[in-house]
């Protein structure tokens, strides 16, 4: 007769006989270079942060080990960089996973991605991920996301330029609507992060000179010739 048992066998559970070659595999991928297990984890060499911590108990534990194997071999791992990384470094980056991902990443699909940087640097860097990618657009751009205002209101006394009316949006408000459309053009679906020379405007679907409002469910994301040709069709539609 079969006997049932109440313990319930773990599929993480690994002897350190296992877990060390891979620990090594991780090091010579890694160039032997000091690696975190962040590093490790995106590697993908098959073995989870789980498997290390049932062989070793802890993280800390598995790289002693690892640099006592690798010492037997006469080598040493070497200390990883402690220079600051720049903005250039890590907005190139965030380019390469945009365009092999070809749409902004979220923080889940960047942390799968094996980006050379973890997530933490672009959140204490830019306040958050969200602002990490506008940042990026303007990188990209080589502007700010603004609103371009070229209507007219005349007034009894004098033509005023809109542009210099209190309508702007706020940060908060511009980075709400970039992210909800993408960080991309909503008619043609171009974005600076994938492709050069777009420009991005934020766009009054209702025009503010005719009562549309500066609010989040009036506003959208066009690139520059979208916004252009909307302006031209209204134009003819005026007989102008």
Known sequence: MMEYKYE???????????????????????????????DFISAKLGISRGGVDSAYGSWSEAMRALRI??????????????KRISDDELFIEMER?????????SRHEWEKSGSKYSFQPYKTRFGGWTKACLRFIEWRMGKPVV????????????IVPTESLPRGPSDRLRLRVLARDGFRC???????????GVVLHLDHIVPYSKGGRT?????????????????????LAKGV
């Open 186 to 196: 909503v008619l043609c679906g171009h974005s600076p992060a994938i492709e050069r």
């Open 147 to 158: 609103i371009e205002f070229q209507e007219i209101v005349k007034t009894p006394q004098k």
């Open 215 to 235: 609010t989040f469910d009036n506003l959208r994301t066009l690139c520059a010739a979208c916004n252009q040709g909307r302006g031209n069709i209204e134009e």
């Open 8 to 38: 319930r066998h773990r599929a993480d559970k690994y002897r350190k006989e296992q877990v060390l070659p891979v620990l090594l595999a991780a090091a010579k991928h890694f160039a032997y270079v000091e690696f975190s297990l962040r």
């Open 69 to 82: 194997a690798l010492r037997a071999q006469g080598i040493e791992l070497a200390a990883r960089s402690t």
């Open 97 to 105: 996973i945009w365009n092999e991902l070809g749409q902004r990443p």
